[in-house]
């Protein structure tokens, strides 16, 4: 039976999409899906997702209902889908009455393979009440990360996927995401009802590229150059804001690159031009907001520039995702300032408090991120909850020019026994006052100043202790408590190196120099 299985399903691989092989896990899951298991699927963009809930559509009895979050995507995956001889449909908002009818009709009569809906034609009771009657094999919930608010992609209807699920039958659910830290995966996992569900988890580590995070000072004359070094070679420079896309390109375009634009407030025609233009090999270079790049599958892409800041660690790691697709050379160089962190914090002034909180954390992330003299790579997977334990990844900047390290076994073991005396209830900034001996109204209400690690770490300053603590998280002596943002835990690893300390080398943060001027012209 299984074998018999394997031909078919490679059978579809070959007959229907052209491939000889899967990747991945992508088998695996595939067959779990049609066992009629809960599926959860965790794999960076461009691994290949789509097809985990694509191919068992072919082969499984009923259709597939795929909810996605956007019209375009759903748009660019039915045409595909189309073109490979499937039948595949969507419902959503650009839809007329008649063509409603005649999707629903054809799903009443068996005809179609692949049922896209947008969340919020889902949660419509006549689209209920009619998927209730179609022959159903399971749900794909596709970019599941939009369930959750701790992710940088909220959107509300999502929470409202499994009560609608529920209402329509007792159906196998296939999650899919490329950003899963383990606080969102586990919130995906209690959303969806699917905590049972069996996850397959593919690495994220993109051993190609190279991440290089360089201090902003003179920005554009630092794009020149390096564009300079790079001349003929493709790419993306992201910046934050449509002005500033608009001028970038422009200063490109006088210093003899073959650059465009691309922000969502062009001309439609303006803007599908420049990316097919980009696509085509017509121009080198698109300067762009993040309006650029979902569902974009260009493969040569040799450097990623992010002359602003991104919002997030996730941002940043799908935005540099887009070089070298291929598996070649790509280069990942991120203009950091700090002021750039405070300009976007106080973007946010204006959100709601938990939105402005979650922001917040994840706008610290990125600073830690870029700040922190520890391996980029390491720092990115540890943030997506996977181990990466080699010494020097060779392919980051804190690898290639590493800091001068220094014994830190007793500034860690100082760090683990302030989070240990505190109770595990308590988060950085809690954590280095609780060491440099600081009396203040929360020390105080907690009796911390009484503890015996109190003071312990005075002659060290707050900015030392931080970075400590922070590399003893990506050391993983610590860990983050899944449930309370920001709280700290001991990991078994701390709790092994409490009993019995061991070397750790650590390194003191990049100083970035505040107030040098990075904007030349604003
Ligand atoms: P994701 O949704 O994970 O970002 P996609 O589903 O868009 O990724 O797939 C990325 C690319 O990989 C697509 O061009 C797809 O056709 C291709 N692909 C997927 N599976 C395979 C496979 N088994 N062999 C070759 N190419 C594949
Ligand atoms: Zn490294």
């Given at each position: 039976?299984l074998?018999?299985?394997?031909?078919?399903?490679?059978?579809?691989?070959?007959?229907?999409?052209?491939?000889?092989?899967?990747?991945?896990?992508?088998?695996?899951?595939?067959?779990?899906?049609?066992?009629?298991?809960?599926?959860?699927?965790?794999?960076?963009?461009?691994?290949?997702?789509s097809?985990?809930?694509q191919?068992?559509?072919?082969?499984?009895?009923?259709?597939?209902?795929?909810i996605?979050?956007?019209?375009?995507?759903?748009?660019?995956?039915?045409?595909?889908?189309?073109?490979?001889?499937?039948?595949?449909?969507?419902?959503?908002?650009?839809?007329?009455?008649?063509?409603?009818?005649?999707?629903?009709?054809e799903?009443?009569?068996?005809?179609?393979?692949?049922?896209?809906?947008?969340?919020?034609?889902?949660?419509?009771?006549?689209?209920?009440?009619?998927l209730?009657?179609?022959?159903?094999?399971?749900?794909?919930?596709?970019?599941a990360?939009?369930?959750?608010?701790?992710?940088?992609?909220?959107?509300?209807?999502?929470?409202?996927?499994?009560?609608?699920?529920?209402?329509?039958?007792?159906?196998?659910?296939?999650?899919?995401?490329?950003?899963?830290?383990?606080?969102?995966?586990?919130?995906?996992?209690?959303?969806?009802?699917?905590?049972?569900?069996?996850?397959?988890?593919?690495?994220?580590?993109?051993?190609?590229?190279?991440?290089?995070v360089?201090?902003?000072?003179?920005?554009?004359?630092?794009?020149?150059?390096?564009?300079?070094?790079?001349?003929?070679?493709?790419?993306?420079?992201?910046?934050?804001?449509?002005?500033?896309?608009?001028?970038?390109a422009?200063l490109?375009?006088?210093?003899g690159?073959n650059?465009?634009?691309?922000?969502?407030?062009?001309?439609?025609?303006?803007?599908?031009?420049?990316?097919?233009?980009?696509?085509?090999?017509?121009?080198?270079?698109?300067?762009?907001?993040?309006?650029f790049?979902?569902?974009?599958?260009?493969?040569?892409?040799?450097?990623?520039?992010?002359?602003?800041?991104?919002k997030?660690?996730e941002g940043?790691?799908?935005?540099?995702?887009?070089?070298?697709?291929?598996?070649?050379?790509?280069?990942?160089?991120?203009?950091y300032?700090?002021?750039?962190i405070?300009?976007?914090?106080?973007?946010?002034?204006?959100?709601?408090?938990?939105?402005?909180?979650?922001?917040?954390v994840?706008?610290?992330?990125?600073?830690?991120?870029?700040?922190?003299?520890?391996?980029?790579?390491?720092q990115?997977?540890?943030?997506?909850?996977?181990?990466?334990?080699?010494?020097?990844?060779?392919?980051?900047?804190?690898?290639?020019?590493?800091?001068?390290?220094?014994?830190?076994?007793?500034?860690?073991?100082?760090?683990?026994?302030?989070?240990?005396?505190?109770?595990?209830?308590?988060?950085?900034?809690?954590?280095?006052?609780?060491?440099?001996?600081?009396?203040?109204?929360?020390?105080?209400?907690?009796?911390?100043?009484?503890l015996?690690?109190?003071?312990?770490?005075?002659?060290?300053?707050?900015?030392?202790?931080?970075?400590?603590?922070?590399?003893?998280?990506?050391?993983?002596?610590?860990?983050k408590?899944?449930?309370?943002?920001?709280?700290?835990?001991?990991?078994?690893?701390?709790?092994?190196f409490?009993?019995?300390?061991?070397?750790?080398?650590?390194?003191?943060?990049?100083?970035?120099?505040?107030?040098?001027e990075?904007e030349?012209?604003e």
């Amino acid at each position: 039976m299984l074998a018999e299985q394997t031909d078919i399903l490679r059978g579809k691989l070959k007959e229907v999409f052209g491939y000889s092989q899967f990747r991945g896990n992508q088998e695996g899951i595939i067959r779990h899906i049609l066992e009629g298991k809960n599926t959860f699927v965790i794999m960076p963009t461009g691994a290949g997702k789509s097809l985990c809930y694509q191919l068992p559509s072919l082969v499984a009895d009923g259709l597939a209902v795929v909810i996605s979050p956007l019209i375009a995507l759903m748009k660019n995956q039915v045409d595909q889908m189309n073109a490979f001889g499937i039948n595949a449909q969507y419902l959503n908002s650009t839809l007329t009455k008649t063509e409603i009818n005649r999707v629903k009709k054809e799903c009443l009569n068996g005809e179609i393979q692949l049922l896209y809906v947008a969340p919020e034609s889902l949660t419509k009771p006549d689209n209920v009440d009619f998927l209730k009657k179609v022959d159903i094999a399971f749900v794909a919930v596709d970019e599941a990360h939009c369930i959750s608010e701790w992710g940088h992609d909220f959107r509300p209807e999502y929470r409202r996927i499994k009560e609608i699920i529920a209402q329509i039958g007792q159906l196998p659910i296939i999650a899919l995401t490329a950003t899963a830290t383990p606080k969102v995966q586990l919130d995906i996992q209690k959303n969806l009802n699917m905590e049972n569900a069996s996850v397959f988890k593919s690495s994220f580590n993109r051993t190609n590229l190279f991440y290089d995070v360089r201090q902003k000072k003179h920005a554009k004359k630092q794009v020149i150059e390096f564009l300079k070094k790079n001349k003929g070679k493709c790419g993306i420079v992201y910046c934050l804001s449509r002005k500033k896309v608009e001028e970038i390109a422009e200063l490109l375009s006088v210093n003899g690159f073959n650059a465009v634009p691309y922000h969502a407030g062009l001309e439609p025609a303006v803007r599908e031009k420049n990316q097919d233009d980009f696509l085509n090999e017509n121009v080198d270079i698109v300067v762009a907001t993040i309006a650029f790049g979902m569902g974009i599958d260009k493969p040569d892409v040799r450097f990623v520039i992010h002359y602003d800041v991104p919002k997030s660690l996730e941002g940043y790691y799908q935005e540099t995702g887009r070089a070298g697709r291929d598996g070649l050379e790509g280069h990942c160089l991120m203009l950091y300032s700090h002021n750039d962190i405070n300009k976007l914090e106080k973007f946010n002034k204006d959100k709601p408090v938990q939105e402005r909180e979650n922001s917040r954390v994840l706008l610290q992330e990125m600073s830690f991120y870029a700040e922190s003299p520890v391996c980029r790579r390491k720092q990115l997977l540890h943030y997506f909850g996977e181990e990466f334990t080699v010494d020097n990844c060779g392919g980051c900047d804190n690898c290639v020019t590493p800091k001068d390290k220094f014994e830190g076994q007793e500034y860690v073991s100082l760090v683990l026994q302030a989070v240990q005396q505190t109770g595990e209830r308590f988060g950085l900034n809690h954590i280095a006052h609780v060491l440099r001996g600081i009396s203040n109204a929360h020390t105080q209400s907690y009796d911390h100043d009484k503890l015996d690690i109190f003071g312990k770490g005075d002659e060290e300053g707050e900015d030392f202790w931080k970075t400590v603590i922070r590399q003893t998280l990506i050391y993983e002596y610590l860990e983050k408590d899944i449930e309370n943002i920001g709280v700290l835990k001991l990991s078994e690893k701390g709790k092994k190196f409490l009993k019995s300390p061991e070397s750790v080398m650590l390194a003191k943060d990049h100083e970035y120099t505040v107030g040098e001027e990075e904007e030349e012209a604003e």
